[in-house]
């Protein structure tokens, strides 16, 4: 029973350094936490990428031989040691230095299969290929796919993180009876205040007052992911807007 | 992804997968610096429609959104639903009816 609706403690950390500056920085001076940050990163984005290569004519185990080599690639942190400004994007960054391995593995794809048991991240391939078969590979082009691709990521994995926050303090039948709110307007049949309000045994004046809560949480959430995807916090209504230009220019093609 | 699938978006007017729950480009704009709610607010404050209140599209008019994130609606009748829109546009306060818009001969 879930007798506490308020919503989950919000995360003490703030963002003053963003996770991708992180990483870049580490490149530089061999200091502490590039690694962990770069495989944080990697591991909430790989799909994207491996769609790309898919989306490039490579079948599905040689796109995963070569997503799993870049990573292991960017681990070493020969890509990093490249990155000579504090700038760009970890979503531009990641793109065209992945286009560059294409380029240069692409002939040593089987050598590393061979060679390896080495895996960075674990690669779901039947997941990844099932999400694959679904997109709308005949319409859009592979930068553009990616870019759209790379969006959709980013929204689930700030839903995922409210869920989780949520689930982590015993709220996630709250959780799942506010989440339509997030989105009303585009809710097939969103509830009234009142039948949230008796279904979580609270008053409407509460139940109005978690789902702003709940908003304002998702949208500081996705904020605080685009964050961590660029050099500066400064950045992240840049990145909002291109990532909407992204969706705007994939028409509608990519499910979740 | 079929297009039948696709559905368009009421406010934003961007077509998304019939598959999701939400329009991505909207959940994307409501992260901006501009749309990011800054402080806590009692259900009071949620309930009166203010010029703080979120705005959404219709085409390219703005719709005053109340607390449950829908366009404030003024009145319906024969030619469709009256929607509220910033009076920051217009210095009277202004309403403008999408659904009649939608219907009339081009």
């Known amino acids: 029973v879930e007798r506490d609706h308020g919503p989950p403690a919000e995360g003490a950390a703030s963002f003053h350094t963003t996770r991708w500056t992180i990483v870049m920085r580490a490149a530089q001076s061999q200091a502490q936490g590039g690694q962990s940050a770069l495989a944080q990163l990697c591991r909430n984005y790989w799909y994207p990428l491996y769609m790309f290569a898919r989306r490039r004519g490579y079948s599905p185990d040689d796109a995963q031989d070569l997503t799993q080599g870049f990573f292991l690639h960017l681990l070493e942190q020969r890509a990093l040691a490249g990155v000579d400004r504090l700038k760009g994007k970890f979503r531009s960054f990641l793109l065209a230095s992945f286009q560059n391995h294409l380029s240069d593995e692409a002939d040593r794809i089987r050598r590393l299969k061979r060679g390896g048991d080495k895996e960075f991240i674990q690669l779901d391939a039947e997941e990844a290929e099932e999400r694959y078969r679904l997109e709308p590979v005949e319409c859009l082009t592979a930068e553009k796919m990616f870019d759209a691709r790379w969006a959709m990521t980013l929204l689930a994995e700030a839903l995922n993180r409210l869920r989780q926050e949520y689930a982590t303090e015993g709220k996630t039948s709250t959780f799942e009876s506010l989440k339509v709110f997030l989105d009303p307007i585009n809710s097939r049949a969103p509830p009234s205040y009142e039948e949230i309000a008796n279904r979580l045994q609270i008053s409407t004046g509460a139940a109005k007052t978690l789902i702003h809560r709940l908003r304002k949480r998702y949208t500081a959430l996705l904020r605080e992911e685009v964050g961590r995807t660029v050099s500066d916090p400064a950045e992240i209504d840049e990145e909002i807007h291109a990532l909407c230009e992204a969706l705007i220019a994939s028409e509608g093609r990519l499910g979740p | ?106």
Do not use: N, W
């Open chain 2, 1 to 106: 992804m079929k297009t039948e699938l696709r559905r368009t978006c009421p406010s934003c007017g961007h077509e998304f997968s019939g598959a999701m729950e939400f329009c991505p480009v909207c959940m994307l704009r409501k992260a901006l610096a501009d749309g990011v709610d800054s402080g806590d607010s009692s259900s009071e404050d949620l309930l009166r429609p203010t010029s703080q209140d979120p705005v959404q599209r219709f085409e390219h008019y703005e719709l005053v959104t109340g607390e449950d994130g829908k366009p404030i609606e003024l009145g319906r009748g024969a030619m469709g639903v009256t929607y509220s829109i910033p009076s920051s546009i217009h210095a009277m306060p202004s309403a403008v009816a999408p659904e009649a818009l939608r219907t009339q001969p081009r």
